[in-house]
Structure formats: C-alpha cells, structure tokens
C-alpha cells in the first residue's frame, strides 16, 4: 500500500495509521484455486432456458380463466352485498340453538379421525400394510 | 497498485474470455489478485476469510463479464462488483468484531517497548473501524484502500463523492472520539498547512 502520505490530505494520526498498512500477499494458492474454481463453473452446462413461446398459451388461457373467476366473484359478491344488513350480524337464540348440533358433528368427526389413524397404526404393525 | 495496471491487458484478457477462452481469464486475476485479497482484508480482517471472498469476487466478475458496459475502467467495475459482494458476504457472516465503545485501548507511550506499544495502538485503531456504523465504515476503508482517494472510493461505492466525503468525516469523527490521543497527535498538524482540504473533508 502507500507508504508516502499527502499532507493535504493527513488528518492527523489517522491517515499514516490506515493508509499506511503494508501489502498482504495473497497464498500462492489462490491463483490456482480460484482458476479451478472458474473452469469448474465453466464446465457446467449452461441451464435449458425456459421455454416462452410453448407455454405462452397456457400462461394465457391460465390468467384469461382467473381474470374470469376473479370477475364473477366481484360480481356475485357485490349483488350479494346489496342484501346483507347488519342486523343478520347479531345471532338470536334461535341461531345458537341451531349451531348446537354442529359441536357434537365435529367431535364425531374427530374421534372418526382418530379411530381410523388408530386403525391404521395397527394395520402398520400387523404388517399388512 | 491498480493504477498501474495495465488497462488494454484487461480488456484483451475480456475480450478473450468473452470469445470462450476461458484460459484468458487468470491473466484477470493474477493482475488484481493483490488488491481484491488487500480490499477483502480492510472489511473483514482476517486472511483467511479475505482470500473466499476475493475468489468469489472474481467467480461474480466470471459470471457478469459480459456484463462490463467498457464506460468505465475494468478496475472501476471490478471494484465496485467486489465491494457489493464483500458487503453482501459480510451482511451473511458479519466479521467478528466489538462495539466501538468496547474496541481494545491503546497501550500508553510510556511503555518499555515502544515500537511494539506503538504497533497495539495502531492494531487497535484498526480494528476500531470494523466497528464503526456499517455507513461510515465503508468509506473508511475504501477510501484508504483508494490510498486516500475520494473519487475513486465513490465510484467504488456507486455513491456521490460528497456523500462519501461527509460518511469519510463522521467516521473520522467516531474514530478520534474512541481515540482521543489521535486528536492529540494532530491538533499540531491541523494548525499548519492541511487547512483547503481539511475544509472540503470535514
């Protein structure tokens, strides 16, 4: 590195201190390894480049099919908006009553689950699965 | 140093490379092999991890080779590559350092051996920089890396040099304030003739 400073530019104890650092030689490895390095990526087959053109089409029927979905759900949502009031928000006890019914469906849904996890488990250790 | 470098043996060594000599490329690097492994050890500080990060600063310039647009020099470019990816390395891997405030004092100068006391201070004053804020840091380094050149510590930075300059003084600032005797030992020098660029610096 720079061994004479200019004192135009020396502040102080700073400049002779960072400038001034002496030259770190790099291994005599380096050289070889970072050559190796360079024919190794060189020797990689470059990537097969996707192909646009053929799927261009399909891209184009895939967004055409969700800008339609998208479209009607706007649409059926917003005509269903118009009659959605706040008041429905509020549950009567009638409401409660009805959704009763649903806990006791998904507790037999759960032990359904199990059951049937337990029964392959045992299915798994008879060894016929 | 890269100033000295020989400027149409890059651009012949790119040219040949380009055209799939792949040979052509370690002319690249036994030229700037030097100054990449100096520039990674001012970020990190430790020769080991400066050498990886030099070979990958020239396996990225392998790769974006093409990509050099020949406005500004080969070493300008390679420079800037370089430090984009010891700063990203270090955003992965930050270098082992301490707080500013914590980096190691300087052993008096009344110490029976000087010369070594001397050579602690200024380690630890190196060591300080890895320390500083990332933003000040940078151009600390590059700029002495740059042998105390702004415009090409910018350039390596992609920043404005007024910018670099102001980050330059701040992190001076840093540096003096966890150092006190290095005001110490400038105040005389202050005084004298550094007046014009002390100005534009500070």
């Known amino acids: 590195m720079k061994s004479n400073l200019n004192p135009h530019t020396d502040h102080g104890a700073i400049d002779p201190i960072l400038g001034d650092e002496g030259e770190l030689i790099p291994s005599s490895g380096f050289l070889a390894a970072t050559m190796e390095r360079v024919r190794d990526e060189a020797a990689v087959p470059k990537p097969i480049p996707f192909p646009w053109l053929r799927a261009l089409p399909g891209i184009v029927v895939v967004v055409a099919i969700i800008g339609w979905c998208g479209c009607e759900l706007a649409r059926v949502g917003l005509a269903n908006a118009r009659e959605i009031s706040f008041t429905q928000l509020h549950l009567t006890a009638a409401t409660g009553r009805a959704l009763e019914p649903a806990g006791w469906v998904a507790a037999a849904l759960a032990v359904s689950l199990l059951s049937w996890l337990f029964a392959q488990r045992l299915a798994g250790r008879s060894g016929l699965l | ?202």
């Open chain 2, 1 to 202: 140093m890269p100033a000295a470098m020989s400027a149409e043996e890059d651009l012949a060594d790119v040219n040949r490379v380009l055209a799939g000599e792949v040979q052509a490329f370690e002319g690249v690097v036994r030229r700037w092999q030097g100054p990449l492994v100096n520039m990674a050890w001012r970020y990190c500080r430790d020769r080991g991890r400066a050498e990886e990060m030099a070979q990958e600063a020239f396996l990225r310039a392998w790769r974006g080779l093409a990509g050099w647009r020949r406005e500004s020099s080969f070493s300008t470019w390679l420079f800037a590559l370089a430090a984009n990816v010891f700063r990203s390395e270090l955003l992965r891997f930050p270098a082992v350092n301490v707080p500013l405030e914590d980096a190691a004092e300087p052993t008096g100068p009344a110490t029976q051996h000087e010369g070594l006391a001397r050579k602690q201070s200024d380690d630890a004053v190196r060591g300080a920089v890895l320390a500083l804020p990332t933003r000040y840091r940078e151009p600390v380094v590059l700029y002495y890396f740059h042998e105390m050149d702004v415009a090409a510590a910018s350039r390596t930075m992609g920043l404005p040099e007024g910018t670099v300059k102001a980050r330059l003084a701040r992190g001076r600032e840093l540096l003096r304030k966890r150092f006190p005797h290095l005001s110490e030992q400038s105040a005389p020098l202050l005084s004298s003739t550094l007046r014009p660029e002390k100005e534009v610096l500070e």
